[in-house]
């Protein structure tokens, strides 16, 4: 009987030992910084009556080793037909990775993931400042800390 219950010691301070020196750790997922641009982009500034295009080239980005990749960026409008699109050219053809349209999507977008293309090329920004409604008042569209990470 003695036999067991040191039997029975033993085997609980072992597999607590054990247990201890083997924690269980969650997998952390890495990203990969594939290109920063940090502070302001592009400021847009007019009326109503004013439809503003300004295209920003932003360089050429290899995403074929990547299964997803994000963007991250902090931008504001106040027109509320107003777009912010990343996109690259295929066959004379735009692709948007990014497609971002009015004040909702703009103002409360701060980290869009997508499934990478598996694409190396030059990647694009085009901003499009323009408001439906006439208030005499200036519209802004401002974009800044873009941040495209592959993991």
């Given amino acids: 009987m003695k036999f067991i219950i040191i039997l029975m ?3 609980s301070i072992y597999c607590l030992n054990g247990c201890s020196n083997n924690p269980v750790t969650n ?12 502070g302001l982009i592009d400021s847009l500034i007019g009326t109503c009556s004013t439809y503003l295009v300004h295209t920003i080239p ?3 980005v290899d995403l074929r080793n990547y299964g997803n990749i994000s963007f991250s960026l902090d931008a ?3 027109g509320d ?5 990343i996109y690259y050219i295929s066959s004379d053809t735009s692709v948007y990775l990014v497609n971002l349209a009015g004040q909702n999507e703009i103002n409360n977008t701060k980290i869009i993931s997508i499934a990478s293309p ?8 085009r901003l499009k400042l323009y408001a ?13 800390d873009l941040k495209i990470s592959g993991y």
Avoid at 118 to 125: G, P, V, Y
């Fill in 9 to 11: 010691i033993f085997i």
């Fill in 132 to 144: 439906s409604v006439c208030t005499g008042e200036n519209y802004h569209l401002r974009v800044r």
């Fill in 81 to 85: 037909l107003s777009g912010l699109s």
């Fill in 76 to 78: 504001m409008t106040d």
């Fill in 27 to 38: 997998p952390v997922m890495q990203s990969t910084t594939l290109f920063q641009k940090p």
């Fill in 58 to 60: 932003l360089d050429s």
């Fill in 118 to 125: 598996k694409i190396s090329d030059k990647l694009i920004m």
